[in-house]
């Protein structure tokens, strides 16, 4: 008997995969491949800034200055200089908006697909335009190129999915395969892979483009993401989907709001139709029995993950912009140990984890870091010294918990056979409040930057009462998720199968992985 076993699991032909034995194991392990792949994002993000504004200086004839300012001057005698960072800030968000559209139209595409062909083959598809990419950037120093083939390219990376679309097959992998203990642990690592291999990677890219030029470093993050699509091929499918399955049609009565997955009685369907049906998966989430919840839970939720997915990754980002000017005046080395220390709560965030979900339920835990990201804003807009903006990072020690705590929660509203579309919405989601929460709080910056510029912090408060009031409304009313692998869900409030039965034995069976002996 072959240690490899394929168990269905419910009456469309729905099946897991299995494994026997400690070795075989690693082949279900996402976190690799996902901390790898933000290695060289983290690595890319800072170059991609240098090499435009070197290209910018060569282009505009723009003799750089090398001595460094006094903290608090400003240098307004040197307007060509000015006006080239003024153009690579115009440059920078060009291509976070030629990125972002195409990855938004592509994620709600991928995300549901993947329910239906695995996780695999979307997760791949993003670490082939993220090769491509760097590919391109590399042929432009290579042969000074012009800046519209990396525009091209760019756009080329998003349409496939950019990094959103190996989040969100890691992430629903992860939910796929996991018991619900594991699930947690193993979706709280996802933000302390962040901390760590983002770290590395924006650490490492000084001295690579020290030693070896820009020429150096896109060589190593292509051949990096060559590794990454190996390993791809080296990882064990989730779930799969057994071929000639007939497809559903997610439609609703009309006037009802009720979702309904029938077989489509037209035999053939074009592949426009699938596409169209693979789409409306993630409106089908939020017509009735698209959850296990009232219809209202979904959307409160993801509104609270969004804004504050962008309340924190803004605040890092405007806390160093803050600390280089008067009064604090961070230097090279104390920047880049306040950036340390910002890598480190990621890890304190999964132990904090670890710790309190023996004790406390999830939507505790997401409370706990919301209070702990208002207590380091606190810190921040009361900060005077280079001491006290160090302290900012110990407040938010719990800050990275409620983005996994929301994607925890969220998972257990819907069906397995959903999770790549709760992804996708969530991650396009996230993605786009992020581009626009950074967008509002640089331009809030600019006008209060001359007489207040704590005040930026305080808008971040402001703002967090949006996913405080999030949890805590979901908390008070009852109706926070506990997912059909717990046993006080009654059944009558899950989904029913297609022939009228129960969906509770098909979750609870998907929710492991079975280890059969031979």
Request: hydrophobic share 45%; aromatic share 10%; glycine share 8%.
């Amino acid at each position: 008997m072959s240690d490899d076993v394929v168990t269905p699991y419910d009456d469309r032909k729905t099946m897991v995969v299995t494994s026997q034995g400690p070795c075989r194991t690693v082949r279900y392990m996402v976190e690799p491949l996902l901390g790898l792949a933000l290695f060289v994002y983290m690595m890319e993000i800072p170059v991609k800034q240098q090499l435009i504004y070197k290209q910018l200086s060569k282009t505009l004839q723009v003799n750089m200055s090398v001595d460094p300012l006094p903290c608090g001057a400003l240098n307004a005698s040197n307007s060509e200089e000015n006006e080239v960072q003024k153009q690579t800030a115009l440059w920078l968000n060009i291509l976070q908006v030629v990125e972002l559209m195409p990855a938004l139209v592509s994620t709600t595409i991928t995300g549901p697909l993947s329910d239906r062909i695995g996780r695999r083959p979307i997760i791949a598809l993003s670490i082939f335009g993220g090769v491509l990419q760097s590919l391109t950037w590399l042929l432009v120093v290579r042969f000074d190129l012009a800046f519209y083939y990396i525009i091209a390219s760019t756009a080329v990376y998003g349409a496939m999915g950019s990094e959103s679309a190996i989040l969100i097959g890691a992430c629903s992998y992860i939910v796929d395969v996991s018991t619900p203990r594991q699930k947690l642990v193993r979706l709280a690592m996802l933000e302390a892979l962040f901390g760590v291999f983002g770290a590395a990677g924006s650490s490492l890219s000084g001295p690579v483009i020290q030693y070896w030029g820009f020429t150096g470093i896109y060589s190593i993050t292509m051949a990096l993401g060559v590794v990454n699509l190996g390993y791809v091929l080296f990882l064990r499918e989730s779930v799969n989907y057994v071929s000639g399955r007939e497809d559903a049609t997610i439609t609703s009565p009309p006037g009802s709001g009720e979702r309904s997955d029938s077989p489509d009685p037209g035999g053939e369907v074009s592949v426009w139709v699938k596409l169209k049906q693979t789409i409306m998966r993630i409106p089908g989430l939020f017509m009735k029995g698209g959850t296990f919840a009232p219809r209202w839970v979904l959307p409160v939720m993801l509104v609270g993950a969004y804004v504050g997915f962008g309340v924190n990754t803004s605040f890092y980002v405007n806390l160093v912009t803050y600390s280089l000017k008067s009064p604090i005046c961070m230097n090279t080395s104390s920047t880049g140990f306040l950036t340390g220390l910002f890598c480190a709560t990621f890890v304190t965030a999964l132990l904090g984890i670890i710790i309190l979900r023996r004790c406390v339920s999830l939507s505790t835990i997401a409370i706990l870091g919301i209070l702990s990201t208002i207590a380091a804003l606190l810190v921040a807009a009361q900060a005077t010294t280079q001491t006290m903006i160090l302290f900012v990072p110990l407040a938010w020690f719990l800050g990275p918990t409620p983005p996994t705590m929301f994607r925890i929660m969220m998972s257990q509203l819907v069906r397995p056979d959903d999770q790549g579309a709760l992804f996708a919405l969530a991650t396009a989601g996230q993605k786009l409040f992020m581009f626009i929460v950074n967008i509002s709080a640089t331009a809030f910056y600019a006008w209060v930057i001359n007489f207040n510029p704590s005040l930026l912090f305080y808008g971040f408060i402001i703002l967090l009462s949006v996913p405080l009031a999030s949890i805590v409304s979901v908390k008070v009313t009852g109706n926070e998720p506990k997912g059909p692998e717990h046993p006080d869900v009654p059944p009558e409030e899950k989904p029913l199968l297609e022939d009228g039965r129960s969906s509770a034995p098909v979750y609870r069976r998907l929710n492991s992985v079975h280890r059969i002996q031979s």
